[in-house]
């Protein structure tokens, strides 16, 4: 057997919000525990981010969907080597790429399933530019064995933290439930920052609504919000994923035809919506079946004042509400510090799928590895 020993990773992530690449220098340790010595977040240049988002909204033609798969590849090395230069090679890169596309129904077509995903950023791009063993593609391993290839940061959670409801608030909201009365369990509560970050720059010409300050300032819609908070999704039992391909911008301007007239009282009730359905789906699907003890919210709702606000409105009183930066963990770079132990599991042959929250057949090994 093996013994494990303590590895260097770079761990990379870029999310539905695709506001950059987040590249988080990590040691792993044979406990699992991961401790982050540097995290920085790499802008995209501007002509890749439109193009990215020109592929999410499936505007994009094949040989420009090449082209950028390399182009991205070429980005996470950057982002990567700015690392290196300052703290040396690690052991290894893990990276989970820009997803493109995310589909997890189960559909066929002439008896063939559908079910897929598409993360991209050549791998073979990031392990010629930096020199490291790049580990990459943790998802498809998973769907291939029956599960939805999400939520992944699932196994990250039941190694760090107990009795959570451990919620992530990036473009999407996802949640993984540790308890001690019975299997982890997790799955995707809804839009998270999507709508809001669309509006922002609708409206205000902004990325997103920094601290929430907008959002503070107008009044939450509730005869919209009630409307909203309606849709098919929120009432599906998990396992269960979404993305910007449900979120998307004809499912948003659809939903602006009915919405308030004054754009601050329209990014005030977007907010809520986060976190309202963050708040019911736990009613639904977590306090039934599992004691949890505190809500852990991080990614980037987790710097939103007012999100932070209306979800200690909407969660029951004797519920702590606390954020990863309480445990010692980046709320900004915890995904990415996430994909450094995926990595690590990966390398050592570690199942690190959890199938009690994607749903997958059986434990397996996700993630491909790529030499420079």
């Known amino acids: 057997m093996i013994e494990l020993e303590s590895k260097k990773i770079i761990g990379l992530m870029s999310g539905t919000s695709c506001d950059s690449i987040d590249a988080a220098y990590c040691v792993v340790n044979p406990d699992l525990s991961c401790k982050l010595i540097k995290g920085i977040n790499y802008d995209y240049p501007t002509a890749i981010r439109e193009k990215i988002f020109r592929a999410f909204n499936g505007d994009i033609s094949v040989k420009e969907l090449c082209q950028l798969n390399f ?37 066929t077509e002439e008896g063939l399933s559908l079910k897929s995903t598409m993360q991209i950023g050549e791998s073979a791009v990031i392990a010629q530019k930096t020199g490291c063993m790049t580990i990459s593609n943790f998802r498809e391993a998973d769907i291939a064995n029956g599960g939805e290839g999400a939520p992944l940061v699932c196994f990250a959670d039941k190694q760090w933290f107990k009795n959570s409801a451990v919620q992530n608030i990036g473009g999407i909201s996802n949640v993984t439930v540790v308890s001690d009365d019975r299997l982890p369990f997790g799955f995707d509560t809804g839009c998270g920052n999507i709508m809001i970050n669309y509006c922002m720059e609708k409206f205000y010409n902004k990325p997103y609504d920094k601290d929430g300050e907008v959002a503070q300032s107008g009044t939450i819609s509730e005869n919209w919000l009630n409307c909203l908070l309606e849709d098919e999704y929120y009432y599906e039992e998990p396992p269960k994923t979404t993305g910007r391909e449900y979120f998307s911008p004809k499912y948003i301007e659809n939903i602006l035809k009915i919405a308030p007239p004054d754009k601050q009282d329209i990014i005030a009730t977007l907010t809520a919506l986060t976190a309202k359905t963050i708040a019911q789906s736990y009613e639904r699907f977590v306090y039934p079946y599992a004691h949890i ?9 987790a710097y939103n004042k007012y999100m932070m606000k209306l979800l200690r409105k909407y969660i029951p009183a004797h519920i702590d509400i606390k954020t990863h930066e309480d445990f010692g963990i980046s709320n900004n770079y915890k995904e990415a510090m996430a994909f450094a132990l995926l990595g690590y599991c990966n390398f050592y042959r570690i199942p690190n799928n959890v199938p009690s929250c994607t749903g997958a057949n059986k ?10």
């Open 71 to 107: 182009e991205i590849g070429e980005c996470f090395a950057n982002a990567s080597n700015i690392l290196i230069s300052e703290l040396g090679k690690p052991d290894m890169i893990a990276s989970h790429g820009q997803t493109v596309y995310h589909y997890p129904k189960d559909e």
């Open 293 to 301: 003890k505190q809500v852990i919210v991080g990614g980037g709702g």
């Open 363 to 372: 434990s397996v090994v996700l993630g491909k590895i790529t030499n420079p």
